[in-house]
């Protein structure tokens, strides 16, 4: 079986084919600009592939309401190009093909939970902490859906004492996003984060904010693991500070066999950063599954 996979992020689009057991056969890079120069290429190379189905893991907000008369649509986005875009409908309509769709982040959770390291767990969250910060949540086995889809990467977060930085969230100002992301470190101390990677007052901070996040999430969602993705935690020993806040922030109010084992409780992603694409094909392969059903 050959299936499609877009990665569809705010940089750069990631195109793939694959198959229905998650290999990877062949993947391309495309700059994400407007629509218009962006799907020709994106379309050209399916098309040559002739794949069966397509899956999009999509930056969002989008709709995924099958209801609805924008099912399938980028909505709100601040990427202003792509505001109101029907970008399942229109690989729909040129591919001919089933056309899977969900948020990015839904699609790195998904990869994980069906190849890798929270296989065969019903609840489970992924995080994505880089340019944004994006929830994925699986709850009781599926993609957790509802008025929207979570985007729990905007919970609003509690100041450090020591920080006096206003947040750099657009619409929530001290918000995960706004005091946690890589463009907030940005803002915060002027250098990017790998430029800071000495620096101990910069991951005290992150783990202040990621592990007072978790502490939330925990208490809500009550997931079975945690996993932390995205360029931030590429830094050394964050994870582990990470680990160090939750259990401090929570405080002993939770006490389970996960809470006693911390390093398999948050862990990092395990699929060689390929759990995007490898979710993205998922979703077209449940997609082209449903429509033969």
Same mark, same amino acid.
């Given at each position: 079986m050959k299936l499609g996979a877009l990665e569809a992020g705010g940089t750069k689009m990631v195109c793939a084919i694959g198959n229905e057991n998650g290999e990877i056969f062949e993947r391309i890079s495309i700059p994400t600009l407007t629509p218009?120069?962006?799907m020709p290429q994106m379309i050209e190379y399916f098309k040559k592939h002739q794949v069966e189905a397509l899956g999009i893991g999509c930056f969002g907000p989008i709709d995924l309401n099958r209801q609805s008369e924008t099912y399938g649509y980028i909505t709100t986005t601040p990427k &202003? %190009?792509?505001a109101n875009y029907d970008i399942t /409908?229109?690989?729909a309509k040129e591919l001919g093909v089933p056309v899977g769709f969900d948020t990015d982040v839904n699609g790195s959770a998904l990869g994980e939970s069906v190849w890798g390291i929270t296989r065969g767990l019903e609840n489970s969250i992924y995080i994505t902490i880089g340019t /944004? !910060? /994006? !929830? /994925? !949540?699986i709850s009781g086995g599926k993609l957790l859906h509802g008025m929207l889809h979570p985007e729990a990467g905007h919970v609003m977060v509690? @100041?450090? @004492?020591?920080?006096t930085f206003a947040g750099g969230c657009p619409y929530h100002g001290s918000c995960l996003e706004g005091m946690a992301s890589g463009p907030a470190i940005m803002k915060r101390w002027g250098k990017k984060a790998q430029e800071m990677s000495d620096v101990p007052e910069v991951w005290e901070l992150e783990a202040y904010y990621i592990g007072q996040a978790l502490m939330?999430?925990? &208490? !809500? &969602?009550? @997931?079975?693991?945690i996993v932390l993705g995205g360029g931030v935690m590429h830094q050394k020993g964050l994870i582990e500070q990470v680990r160090e806040e939750v259990k401090k922030q929570l405080n002993g109010y939770i006490n389970t066999k996960e809470m006693e084992n911390l390093e398999d409780y948050i862990v990092l992603p395990s699929l060689n950063d390929n759990q995007g694409i490898m979710g993205a094909l998922k979703l077209g392969l449940d997609? &082209? =599954? =449903?429509?033969? %059903?």
């Open positions: 218009e120069e962006t &202003l %190009a792509w /409908g229109t690989f /944004g !910060v /994006g !929830v /994925g !949540v509690k @100041p450090h @004492p020591k920080d939330n999430y925990i &208490l !809500v &969602l009550s @997931p079975q693991k997609e &082209l =599954m =449903m429509t033969k %059903a």
